[in-house]
């Protein structure tokens, strides 16, 4: 074997990528030719340097997100495999679309209704109300419940220490790690961050695979922000 021949394949036989006979002839060349060696002693120097390097620091969050992209990918990939998943799919859409048509005919009664309130609001300035969640005439928060399985594959509610969905103006507990959520008009988590406490596995699976009946504005599916809240015991809070 020639010098340039073996300085060339000295890359792949460090990565163990040669065939055990021409490893051997390798070796074999390495043994009497000084310049071949030197040259496989720099590129190992070379290899145990670039070990040595300082490594660029990882965001924090970026594992999760990339396992909300993935998980957000595998589900369009099997919504297209079947038919009946495409069924489901379409069935979705047709949904959706349908109660987008049906909902600009509650706007002239919600019109009247907003006349009424501002009257009446007038002639009693003192009269306030207390609004629940999603009670707001022209906009809805997201709307959704964290659903379990059991051992058995049965569907159970959520405990007392499980995730809950509360709205924006409902405090966090101090006790508790929470996760913001925006879901987008299609009712899917598109972002979200960590308002308080810690990231949980339980809190992770509520990002990944959660499904909102989104927020709308007007009748009309809008992106929104909600709040995903694990109560933890007391003395187990981190910051």
């Given at each position: ?31 009497v030719c000084r310049k071949c060696d030197e040259h496989l002693e ?112 049965g569907y159970v509610q959520a405990g007392y220490l499980d995730p ?76």
């Amino acid at each position: 074997m020639s010098c340039e021949h073996v300085q060339e394949l000295i890359s792949p036989l460090l990565d163990r990528r040669l065939a055990a006979g021409e490893r051997e002839k390798m070796l074999a060349h390495l043994q009497v030719c000084r310049k071949c060696d030197e040259h496989l002693e720099a590129i190992q120097n070379q290899r145990k340097a670039l070990r040595r390097m300082d490594c660029a620091p990882v965001p924090a969050g970026l594992t999760a997100q990339l396992r909300v992209m993935a998980s957000h990918e595998r589900e369009r990939h099997l919504s297209r495999a079947t038919l009946a998943a495409r069924f489901r799919y379409w069935s979705g859409r047709m949904e959706l679309m349908v109660d987008n048509l049906m909902r600009p005919f509650a706007l002239p009664f919600a019109g009247g209704l907003l006349s009424a309130l501002v009257i009446f609001s007038v002639l009693v300035p003192s009269l306030s109300f207390h609004h629940n969640f999603g009670d707001e005439a022209f906009f809805t928060s997201p709307d959704g419940e964290v659903v379990l399985v059991d051992s058995r594959g049965g569907y159970v509610q959520a405990g007392y220490l499980d995730p809950r969905i509360l709205p924006l103006n409902i405090a966090i507990p101090d006790n508790s790690n929470a996760v913001t959520l925006t879901v987008d008009e299609n009712g899917k988590v598109c972002d979200w961050y960590v308002s308080r406490g810690q990231l949980t596995p339980e809190l992770l699976n509520v990002v990944m695979f959660s499904q909102f009946k989104p927020a709308t504005n007007f009748g009309l599916p809008t992106a929104a922000k909600v709040n995903a809240v694990q109560q933890v015991l007391p003395g187990r809070m981190r910051s």
